[in-house]
């Protein structure tokens, strides 16, 4: 299974970007699924997540600017990220807990990444 994501790019703060993440191929089933970021020299930490019914969950540096969203019928998931100020600068992952068929377990996949950059 691969995920693609996309949507980021170059931004001044205040500014807002949206990104995407779509599976690449007919799935039987996935079930959380979320954003991961990682700036130079850190680790790779969780932005956001969505559980098949919809529950969400932020990371505290994020509540209140990022909203977290999936549309099953296109097996994507959604970051839009408003107010954005430059310590958000990152590679931003999408990560999916996929069942590929019903008798599959489900497996952890990994999007590509995608650079977020926000000046000052």
């Known amino acids: 299974v691969q995920l693609q994501a996309s949507g980021g790019g170059l931004v001044q703060a205040g500014g807002y970007l949206r990104l995407s993440c779509a599976a690449s191929e007919s799935i039987f089933r996935i079930n959380d699924m979320g954003w991961y970021r990682q700036a130079p020299g850190k680790q790779r930490e969780l932005v956001a997540a969505?559980?098949?019914?919809?529950?969400?969950n932020y990371a505290d540096s994020v509540k209140g600017r990022f909203t977290i969203s999936r549309d099953n019928a296109k097996n994507t998931v959604y970051l839009q990220m408003n107010s954005l100020k430059p310590e958000d600068t990152a590679v931003y992952y999408c990560?999916?807990?996929?069942?590929?068929?019903?008798?599959?377990?489900?497996?952890?996949?990994w999007g590509q990444g995608t650079q977020v950059t926000v000046s000052s």
């Open positions: 969505v559980t098949s019914g919809g529950r969400t």
């Open positions: 990560k999916a807990a996929v069942q590929r068929l019903k008798i599959d377990v489900s497996l952890d996949y």
